[in-house]
Every structure is written in C-alpha cells, then in structure tokens.
C-alpha cells in the first residue's frame, strides 16, 4: 500500500514539475518581464540594471530553480495588470469559486446519482426516456449559454434571483463565505446550477452506463439464481459495484469543474479564480496566468491522488495488489 | 413410483430477430427423478445452457420460450409471475455457471453472500446464518472456515472458488442444482476434484443435478442418464452406460469416438466433418443429416423424433420401426 | 493469408446502413446537420443581407425586432442588433465560422492524434512512454483550460499587434492541440493489438516500411472508434470555440462566430432584446444537439458487442 502511494506521488510530482516548466516558461520567455514592469521613460541603462537585479541573465537552469523555490513559497511576483502580489489576488479569490464548485458538484451529485439508478433500473419508462432526452440537451448546451438561458428566465423575466456577484459574504478567518447569508444563499443558485448541470449529465449518464454494465455480469447472474429479491440485488450489490467506477471519474471531473468555473464566472461575474484567469488572459498578463497555472495543476494532482487513495480503500482488490507490489 | 422431479415437455426456446424468429431450442422433452444426476452434453450452441437458463427462469430478452412447458414436481414453473419464480430459484433450483471468478461479486466477502442468501430463503438470524455458511463452506472442502469466511473471492483458487460457488448454490438445499459447465474454467487437475465434490453433496443432500457440459468424459463419470443435444434438439437420451457403450445416434457414435481411451489402441480419434449449422441455416429434416455418415433418403425430408430403442430413445430414422437401413 | 476484413468495409455493410434508417432520431439529426451545413457553406449566396458590409448598415434598423413582432420588419426576419446587423445573415456566416473552425480543429487533432498514436503503438519504448507521459500531463487538465492557455501565450507574443485575420487559425490551432490525445490513446491501443497480428508479421518480412505497414494496413483497422471519437469531438469542438468567442478570446465581432454572437446578444437580454442572443443561441444548440445525436447512434451501431 505504502509502495503504492510513494508511486502515485513521484508521478504527481513529475506532472507538476512539467507544469512548472511550462508556467516559467511562459513567466520568462514570452514577452518581456522587463517591459511590463516599467514605463517607456526607463532607460535602457536602467533597464539593463534591473535585468541584472532580478537576475534574469543567469543560467535558465537557475532561473528555473529558483522559480521552483519562489512558487513553493508561494511567491510568483507581481500582476502586470494590477500591481499586486500574484497570490494575495489569487488567494482573495479563490473562496468564491472553491463554494461555487463544492455547491455545484454537491448538486450535481444529489441529482445525479438516482437520475442514474431510475434510469438504468427502469428502461422502458417515460421518466427514463424524458431524463435521457433532458441529458442529451445538457450535454449539448454550452455551459455559458445554459447560463444565459438562467439568467434570462430568472433574473430578467421572473426577477426572483441575481444575475451577478456574490451577494453578502462573511469573512471566518482567511475565508470568506456567501453561504451565511440570506442574499449569499439566492446568489449562488443560478451559478451552482448552471455549473452543475453539465456535471450531472455527466453523472447521470455515467452511473446508467455503468449500472447497464454491471446488470449484465455474471456474478448478478448468480445472484438472481440464487433467488435474492430484486431490492438487493439492485441496491445491494450492482448499486455498490457501480459506484466505485463513478467515484473515480466523479472525482477526476472536479478538476474540470475548477475549469468550467472559468466560464460561469464570467457569466456572473462572480468574483472568484477563473474570472481572474480570463482577465490574465485577454490582457496577457503572464504572472498571474502562470501562477493560476500552476495552481489548477496542484489541485488537479491532489485530486488524482486523493482519488486513487480512496478507490484503494473501497476495492479490496486494489488493496491487495497494492500490498503484494 | 417416485414422482417425477423436473419435467421439461416440447421446449422451444426463440429469438426474435429483424432477420426473422430463430428456434435456439426446438421441442425438447426430458425428465429428471429426484436424486438424479442427468447430463446433457454437446457443442458449443448446441443449446445446452438456454435449456438450464430456460428452466430456472433467466432468459433473457429478446429471447423467449416460444412453446412447451416446465413442470417442478408436477406444477408449471414457466409462466409464474417473477415473484413466485423469485421464490423458487435458490431455494428449490440452483443453478452454477462455469467461471467461477466472475460468478461472485468481487466487492463483498464471501461470508457476507452466503449469509445474505441463507437469509433470503430462510428464517434464521444472523449469528443462526453466520454457523451454517460456516458449515457449509466446510461441507465443500474450504480449510479453516473461521479464517476464510470473511475472505474477498479474488483471495481464492480457481478451485477453492468453484467450492465457494457450490457452497453458494446449495445454502438453500434446493432439490435440483443445474450446473452449466461447472469444470470448464478450471485446471484439469481441480477438475476431478469438483465433480468428486459435486457428486458427494449431491448424494448427500439428495439433490437431482442437470449436468451441462461438452466433457463426454465428465458425463461417463457423474452421470446416470445422458441427454445428447445437437443444433437445439435431444438426439439421444439414455443411461449412462448405455449410451457410452453402445451408441446409436451417429451423431453420438461420433463424439464417443472423439474421447481418447488411454487403455483402448487407437489409431486416429474420429472427427466429425463439419459444424453445427447456424441458426439462421437450420437444414431441413434431421439437423445432423448434411454431416452424417450414415445419412439416406428421409433425413433431408422430415424431422426424426425421439423413439424408444432398447434402453434409450434416438432421435434418428435409421432407428425408426419399419425403416430401411443399409447399416 | 488472408488481410482481415476489417475498417471501411465493414463500415458500409448492412447493419449499420439498417440501424440508420430504422432510427428516426438518427435520421432527423443528420438532416439537421446537412441543413446547416449546407447553408452555413452557401451563406454568402442565399444570407439575405451581408452583416459585415459596413455600406448596407443603417442604425435606423437596429434593434429592431423579428418580423412577426408588431414592430418587426420583413426584411430582417429575425430581427436585427445593435448595429442594425440582420441576424439572420449573423447567424448563417456565424454558423459557417464556427463549422469552419470545429471541423478543421477536428482535422488537426485527428492528424495528429492519429500519427501519434501509430507511432507510440508500433515503436514502443521510449518514444512510446514518452508520447503517453505527455498525454498524461496533457489530460490532467481539461480542453477549455490548455485551449485557453495556448490562446492566451498566441496574444502575449503577438504583442499589442493582435492580428484579428489569425483568431481564426489561432483557435483552429488551440482547440486542435487540446483534443489530439483521444485519438492517439485509441489508436496506439489498436495498433498494439495489430502490431502483433500475423499479418502484420508477414508485411514485415516482405520487406514493407513501418510507414506503409501502418498506413495502409493497422489504420483502416482502426478507423471505425476514430470516427466515433471525432463525431463526439466535432461537437465539442463547437462548443469549445463558441465558448471562447463568448470570453472574448476567440472570433472578434468583425468576423463572429456564433459564440460572439451570443455575447453581443448577451448585453441586449436585459432590455428586452432577447432574439439578438436567443436565436444565435439556438442555432448552436440545435447543431451540437444533432451532432451529438449521430455520434451516440454512430458509438451504438460500430459498438461490436451491442451487434
């Protein structure tokens, strides 16, 4: 088990390295930090010496490494656009779209997983069929275009929610939550669901293909001739047997979750990492690309891990592999 | 008279296809008397398996039973409604399929599926449940029981699996067990051992047992009567001892002549020409004709029926009364 | 030794051709898709306006509404935008962009992916790993994010002079670049089982080139999940350039795609103005909607356990 997971994270860390290498790529080689940092009166002369200063002409390899030790202190310089520390941006906003994907997913999951089960165990109903149609739609819809259809019919034609912000935070600590207010709370619906939808297509269907599959195994087979009633057959053992597949790929999509973010933070202008990003990106502001970059890549790897770990705990037979390796 | 076990009368099993219907099984009729070991051999698609499945009610659709009728002690089981069928499976048929990995959920203990389907069948509780899994995992030969009771299925043998799965099959004492090519999947050497054991339990339990395979040489160990099955249709149902000795059907004079006999000196096993006709290409009259050594005038026009020849029935016109042969 | 059947000849037997004509769901999404197809490809000739010929734009027309609303005008049948743009004609050159960009992406992933792919399964080895370690890197992260990410190092080192005549090719090139691995994974796990095929092993001692045994005989093997893969990936393709249109990093509005369309429409939908970005909007969905449709009913009918 132990030489498992010692495995799992020597290749979490070569991706992340390889990331590293991307971002101080990027960070050094395309456009000019120089540039960005001073105003046209600067003189080459001056220039020159803060080239010299930031110790931008030594060796690329040292370049890197120091990169490397900068980011693992979080360090990752200062926003073209906004003048401000990469990090403390990042980090003021990165609540905002942690509560939008944990909502989103939350929703996602709790639809889901029985819209999944119905329609797999209930093939022939209209429920089944309409669900089907339903997720077809949602898989088709941009998530930015599902956004607008919410806003349009919510917030313009009904006005019963906002179509932008966060509504009233507190602050605990480092953090800050909408979820303790009341205008926090009508705040986050139309972005959860608009992020979650494309996630529960995605579950829906995942947990019906997969259940379809398990349904045709042998060992239900054998349950059934063993004469086990259709409850525990169904719920008992290929409702189990399902999800363990489900959780992995669940948890591997939290990562595009973080992504999509992007998007219905745009839409809603919610203030969160994503809407960062975009500005970064449509200004070419380098730090905070990278930065972000590097970020998501963290998230996404510990994700993977976390998720590996837990798919060891649940399949015995991962387990037991994993002791023998 | 001892009451007939299992009575299977005319069986057509079907499926329909764009294509048209396709017979898989085609009025097939044969009796198992309590205790009774019977095997049905033949090839692959012979139709051997949907016969089993038919009877324990787990076709599956689009397949159907198109006609006949399954009796249990008497009484039709083929058309109950799921509840009633649910009822019986496990508790008075059982049924074991041939790989015995597959065949158990690789997520739950073992000791956790057979208390589950203790429960399910009878009224004990759960500590009441818990000793006889404990009892019957030694019954099928597992060592050490309190160890291996809470053991996931892939922590065991082939083997020791396939005992599990008996084990598994018979925690509701059923009086018949349909055992779909129990041994197939297994090393040659653990094979014995599973049909010895198999013998035994079903000796002790007095359960009737439809042994399905294509292992003529199992059949001649375990079996008392033998169903010979050929492109969905009984050919050749005996004894045992009558069938192996002296076969009639040239379709069942072929196989026996396929199993080589270590103590007998033969010069070339006998192949039979050809294959099994597809389903969708069933030659008219006898299935067997178009590959019979021995085929003459009516085999092409009409179906043989099963008729009495000695101690066995043959399916064949060569056996017909008043039919001429030429050998 | 015979070649097996296999690819394109299977492709076009009975089965399939059967399954298409027996579902009407399938039937109606291809239908769908040739009509949009066709009149995004015919746009310049049947748009009943040009949107972009800054001569025929009078503001006197703007904002007006589709032409069975009571201030609608005929001549715009669904209404026009801020700029007094028909959003018909918008919506026939958007569409048209936008398949333009989607298809040739898919080419581009393909091609590569392919090549890739057939070079990790048939070499092995170190190029193998190498090419599979950097799909993994690569699938970490979701399309939208390294489509982002490229777009965003293209504007950086073009500098202020962004060019707007290269969004069009700097999107083909990002979206492209961010769906290869797909079709590389599918293709190398192909080739891996063909490669050890006899006739793979006689091509060999024949004396034929690792190009033309993998050209001409392990690919046209491989064709039928290929194709699957690109059907579902076109449509995300779609929806991947619409989307970074709508964030303003793909198409400007001087040559919208539909996903520019709706995000000048998007500004409109609180005073009312909803057609501007509703009918770009729909448009879109019904084009990935009918594209998704024939690729499950493709999936389905290549699929050889459900024959």
Known sequence: MLAFLVRRALQALLVLLVVALIAFTLFRFVGDPINQMVGLETTAAERAQLREALGLNDPVVVQFGRFVWHALHLDFGVSYQFKQPVVALIGERLPATIELAFVSALFALLLGIPMGVHTALNRGSWLSTLLLTVSLVGISLPVFLTGILLIFIFAVTLGVLPSFGRGEVVRVGFWTTGLLTASGLRAIVLPAVTLGLFQLTLIMRLVRSEMLEVLRTDYIKFARARGLTDRAINFGHALKNTLVPVITIVGLQLGSVIAFAIITETVFQWPGMGLLFLIAVQNADIPVMAAYLLLVAAIFVTINLIVDLLYAIIDPRIRVEARSA | MTKTLLSVRNLRIEFPTRRGTLVAVDDVSFDIMPGEVLGVVGESGAGKSLTGTAIIGLIEPPGRIGAGEILLNGERIDDLPSERMRRIRGRRIGMVFQDPLTSLNPLYRIGHQLIETILTHTAMDRTAARRRALALLAEVGIPAPDARIDNYPHQFSGGMRQRVVLALALAANPELIIADEPTTALDVSVQAQIIALLKRLCRDHRTAVMLITHDMGVIAETADRVAVMYAGRIVEIGAVRDVVKSPRHPYTIGLMGSIPKPDVDTPRLTQIPGSMPRLTAMPPGCAFHPRCPQAFAPCAARRPNLKPHGNAEVACWLFEPGAETCG | ?307
Do not use: C
Not at chain 3, 111 to 116: D, E, P, S, T
Not at chain 3, 176 to 202: C, F, H, I, M, P
């Open chain 3, 1 to 307: 030794m015979t070649r097996p059947a296999g690819g394109l000849a299977a492709l076009f037997d009975n089965d399939l051709v059967h399954s298409f004509l027996h579902s009407k769901v399938t039937m109606v999404a291809a239908l769908v898709t040739l009509a949009i197809v066709l009149a995004a490809a015919f746009a310049p000739w049947i748009a009943p306006h040009d949107p972009f010929d800054l001569r025929q734009l009078s503001l006197l027309d703007s904002h007006l509404p589709p032409a069975w609303a009571p201030d609608g005008d005929r001549r715009f049948l669904l209404g026009t935008d801020d700029q007094g743009r028909d959003v018909l004609s918008a919506i026939l050159y958007g569409a048209r962009i936008s398949l333009g960009v989607g298809g040739l992406s898919v080419a581009l992933a393909a091609a590569l992916g392919i090549v890739l792919g057939l070079v990790a399964g048939y070499a092995g080895g170190a190029v193998d790993s190498l090419i599979m370690r950097a799909a993994d890197v690569q699938l970490t992260f979701p399309a939208i994010l390294i489509a982002l990410l490229i777009d965003g190092t293209m504007r950086a080192l073009s500098g202020e002079a962004r060019n707007e005549e290269t969004a069009f090719w700097v999107l083909v090139l990002s979206i492209g670049l961010s769906s290869w691995v797909q079709y590389a994974r599918t293709v190398r796990g192909s080739t891996l089982v063909e490669k050890n095929k006899d006739y793979v092993l006689a091509a060999r001692l024949i004396g034929l080139s690792p190009t033309s045994i993998l050209f001409r005989h392990v690919l046209p093997n491989v064709m039928g999940p290929v194709l699957v893969i690109a059907t579902i990936n076109f449509g995300l393709a779609i929806i991947l350039e619409a989307t970074l249109s709508f964030l303003g990093v793909g198409l400007p509005p001087t040559q919208p795609s539909l996903g520019t369309l709706i995000s000048i429409g998007n500004k409109f939908l609180f005073a009312g103005e909803w057609w501007i970005a509703i009918f770009p909007g729909a448009t879109l969905a019904g084009l990935v909607l009918a594209i998704n449709l024939l690729g499950d009913w493709l999936r389905d009918a290549l699929n050889p356990k459900l024959r």
